[in-house]
């Protein structure tokens, strides 16, 4: 039985689009040999599809087998516990899972192929954002079961950077993170980007300028939306450039963004992305939104075959600027999920944020709050002001309310808050995933 195959850190460079299809393609065939054999979930659901494995020659053929969705593995997790059917026999060195946010975490196995080539990937991601052996990474993800903290970390190693893993503030308070990157020179931060803000605002609440008193030329980011107002705001807090990377457990480290910041690379020797119609699954053309489907051509255990991953976006063909062959994948508009029916119109939360961003007077907490009040969806937008701005008035609020009304479509009421208010410092620190909606409506 052939294996995955190995990764690079460097993108392999192909001649043509020609030459990386017949490279999938073959990887393809690999995989679905691979996981006929040795996993069950995809042998009874390809069987249940009338597919013949045989059949799967190429890229072309990929839309003959069905799509998987998250309901899937979870029900295949309850039929088949603690590990379900869809991980396979394969000899496993490492458990992650999800964060469980939106339900029980689903436990995803590696094997040690699995590991180092999601290492490498990590590596890949990094060496395009600058990071060299000169360099101090202080990992500021929790080093948990969420499993960007390890790989990204691993990821740095394989390019000689000195990693600082202290974690998230659950584990290394905000105040002692500071400390320590004054203190041990950290030139690069992996966080997520509402703690990359946090942390801003805790420095300037110590009398420190984020810009002046560190030495942070660069932060990279994963695990939630970073959408451009967000980045924006942490490049102008710590004078560093703030990059984006796409990736979940069940997929690894399948997109990157480059020194362009234009889009997201998919490293596409490992990995075959559609975009396709939520409702109908009809293949989309480049360019337009929809639905992401994955599928992981090189891991063994666990992989994912047509996964429906839940957000959306688009495909990018044209050429970066960078050089790199790799289609992009655009800013993530939002996940299925996350959209908020509002009187029947759909509302992304990555919009209102994107909106409240842009108002320089607030901080990085927000809520959206949804109710119903007598059948009717009420709306409410709660935010803090931001260090050092005091107590906000009515006209801000009206300010706010109107942008989110024109960019957003929606009718919001507005309430601002001092700093600090709606949540406490040591809560926010202790998340793995920023998570700002509270809807408050009745199920069913």
Not at 5 to 23: K, N, V, Y
Not at 349 to 376: K, S, Y
Request: aromatic share 8%.
């Amino acid at each position: 039985m052939p294996e995955a195959h190995p990764l690079t850190i460097t993108p392999p460079s192909f001649a043509d689009r020609g030459e990386l299809a017949a490279f999938q393609a073959s990887a393809l065939r690999r995989l679905i040999a691979r996981t006929w054999q040795r996993i069950p979930f995809y042998r009874r659901m390809w069987r249940e599809a009338g597919v013949d494995p045989d059949s799967i020659k190429g890229i072309a053929d990929l839309a003959r087998l069905p799509v998987v969705r998250k309901q899937d593995l979870e029900n295949d997790l309850r039929a088949h516990p603690p590990f379900g059917s869809f991980q396979g026999d394969f000899p496993s060195v490492r458990l992650q899972a999800s964060s469980g946010s939106t339900g029980k975490p689903k436990p995803v196995l590696h094997t040690r192929t699995d590991w180092e080539n999601i290492a490498t990937l990590w590596a890949r991601r990094l060496a395009a954002q600058g990071v060299g052996p000169t360099d101090r990474v202080q990992v500021a993800f929790a080093f948990a079961l969420f499993i960007p903290s390890f790989t990204s970390a691993e990821g740095a190693m394989k390019l000689g950077a000195l990693v600082i893993p202290t974690s998230s503030g659950a584990i290394t308070p905000s105040a002692r993170q500071l400390e320590l990157a004054r203190d041990w020179g950290t030139t690069v931060v992996g966080t997520t980007g509402g703690y990359a803000l946090h942390l801003a605002s805790v420095a300037r609440e110590q009398g420190l300028d984020p810009k002046r008193d560190f030495n942070i030329r660069a932060m990279y980011h994963t695990g939630e939306p970073l959408v451009e107002e967000t980045r924006r705001r942490i490049e102008e807090a710590w004078g560093c450039k703030s990059y984006n990377n796409y990736g979940s457990v069940e997929t690894g480290a399948p997109a990157w963004e480059c020194a362009r910041q234009n889009g997201l690379h998919i490293n596409e020797d490992a990995y075959l992305f559609e975009v396709v119609d939520p409702d109908t699954l009809a293949p989309v053309p480049d360019g337009e939104e929809g639905a992401l489907v994955i599928t992981s051509l090189f891991k063994e255990a666990a992989p994912v075959i047509r996964y429906m991953i839940g957000d959306i976006a688009a495909i990018w063909s044209e050429p970066c600027g960078c050089g790199c062959g790799f289609r992009r994948l655009s800013p993530i508009r939002g996940r299925i999920d996350d959209m908020l029916k509002i009187q029947g119109a759909p509302v992304y939360p990555t919009a209102i944020e994107a909106t409240l961003r842009q108002f320089q007077q607030l901080g990085p907490e927000f809520r959206i709050v949804v109710e119903r009040d007598n059948g009717v969806d009420r709306l409410e937008i709660r935010a803090e002001c931001g260090h050092g701005h005091g107590v906000p008035d009515a006209e801000l609020a009206d300010q706010v309310k109107r942008a989110i009304k024109e960019r957003v479509g929606c009718t919001a009421s507005v309430a601002l808050h001092p700093f600090g208010s709606l949540t406490l410092p040591e809560e926010v620190a202790k998340r793995t995933k920023n998570r700002y909606v509270l809807d408050l409506r009745p199920k069913g």
